[in-house]
């Protein structure tokens, strides 16, 4: 399994089109072969800013979703918006399970 966070960092004044644009790339990327999960969340201390969280079920699910014309129509919103920074982490999960034993 893989998972990918990170967060993305725009013009605060084009907060509500990108909330926009990350609902439609969700929706989108959700129906695909081995998404798990993708989910965008505005912070909550500072405009402009998202956290992305990502779940895959294997690398080639990954790659796929980088060349579907969503994701790249994502891309163009994010230029639109003056993205200032982009830090997304891949990781490559060996092992999970509970946060607290129970």
């Known amino acids: 399994m893989l998972v990918v966070a990170g967060t993305i960092t725009f013009d605060p004044a084009r907060q509500a089109?990108?909330?926009a644009a990350t609902r439609r790339v969700s929706e989108a990327t959700r129906a695909?072969?081995?998404c798990l999960s993708y989910?965008?969340?505005a912070d909550l201390t500072e405009a402009g800013r998202l956290h992305?969280?990502?779940e895959w079920e294997e690398e080639r699910h990954l790659l796929a979703h980088f060349e579907t014309p969503h994701l790249a129509e994502f891309y163009q919103e994010l230029q639109a918006s003056n993205v200032t920074s982009r830090d997304i982490t891949r990781?490559?999960?060996s092992?999970?399970?509970p946060n607290r034993p129970s």
């Open 17 to 19: 089109e990108m909330i």
């Open 32 to 34: 695909e072969e081995g």
């Open 39 to 41: 989910e965008f969340f």
């Open 52 to 54: 992305l969280f990502e």
């Open 91 to 93: 990781y490559h999960v």
């Open 95 to 97: 092992s999970h399970g």
